[in-house]
């Protein structure tokens, strides 16, 4: 039977092939705390006094995220609250807006619950069934979901805003930017954003070293109350071919996303300076009166599309 290789109990729960460390549950659990609280600080991902918004889905990622900022919270470091929201996916979306509810009371939290509906008139269901839509589901409910996430942290005096992106998500970003050339979209990922305007808050991904398989794993070793539906819509995606591509390498190549990280990480400063050239200049939305780089934000020209007022 093997044995942990850091104190040698039984039984064990993962076997890493990238590092071949062997871990109990115990220290599984302590290993992978340690290292998100590590690239928080060696990333400067939050501040002593920083209030944390989490948004918050319900699915392993995000209810993640909220377990070990509480650790944080908890010691009095940092102010934090939950935010979901609802985008209307029938079958999909109530059981992740009850889990969130469950996990923001279960550790005292204050939770902000706001549907898509409610703020641009459709769910995303009626979106992807009128016949005049013009963009894939993940387009809107991205646009709509972050301007209500990036509005309400700012209406909470949120600091920062932290997601559930964990490392899949990340190297799904950056060889899906890189092969599809979007050279401007890859030098905005990272570990923390660089906003353009003062009314976009700080978003931070303190999971971005963590593979998903793992937080899978700490979501069942701590007994957290997830969902692991996957999003109807996320099949339809050029994401979701890239990421079965990268899932599928992994196997025979287990160190394939971290390296991908590593190796992007490092290159990144340079793409940054050779293509820093094209300064969007960010004004006001002349309907809702967030950041826009054009007269209407996105999300007020979608809004205004699917709504037929235009
Ligand atoms: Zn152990
Ligand atoms: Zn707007």
């Known amino acids: 039977m093997k044995k942990c290789t850091k104190c040698g109990a039984t039984p064990v729960i993962i076997h890493r092939k990238a590092s071949g460390q062997i871990l109990c549950k115990e220290c599984f659990i ?149 092969l599809e050339g979007n050279i401007d979209n890859l030098t905005r990922i990272g570990a923390k954003s660089e906003p353009k305007s003062d009314k976009f808050t700080v978003k931070i991904k303190p999971l971005r070293e963590i593979p998903e398989k793992e937080v899978a794993l700490y979501a069942i070793a701590r007994e957290l109350d997830v969902h692991f539906d996957e999003c109807p819509y996320s099949r339809e995606s050029f994401r979701g071919e890239v990421g079965r591509f990268i899932k599928e390498l992994s196997v025979n190549h287990p160190t394939i996303m971290f390296s991908t990280l590593k190796g992007f990480d490092k290159i990144k400063p340079a793409i940054k300076k050779e293509f820093s050239g094209k300064k969007v200049k960010i004004g006001m939305c002349i309907n809702c009166g967030e950041p826009a780089s054009h007269e209407l934000c996105r999300a007020c020209l979608f809004s205004k599309k699917i709504n037929n007022e235009e």
């Open 30 to 178: 302590e290993s992978i705390t340690d290292k998100v609280l590590k690239g928080i600080r060696r990333n400067k991902l939050i501040e002593k006094g920083d209030k944390v918004a989490v948004a918050l889905s319900g699915g392993k990622d995000s209810v993640m995220v909220l377990d070990i900022l509480n650790s944080l919270y908890e010691r009095n470091i940092i102010d934090l609250f939950a935010i979901t929201i609802d985008e209307g996916i029938e079958g999909y979306r109530e059981h992740g807006v009850e889990i969130a509810v469950k996990n923001a009371n279960k550790l005292g939290l204050d939770h902000r619950i706001a549907s898509i509906k409610d703020y641009f008139g459709k769910t995303l269901d009626e979106i992807m069934t009128d016949d005049c839509r013009e963009h894939g589901a993940c387009t809107y409910c991205g646009v709509f979901r972050r301007w209500i996430i990036n509005k309400i942290a700012r209406e909470e005096g949120a600091t920062k805003i932290a997601t559930g992106h964990n490392l899949d998500d990340e190297t799904q970003a950056i060889l899906m930017n890189y």
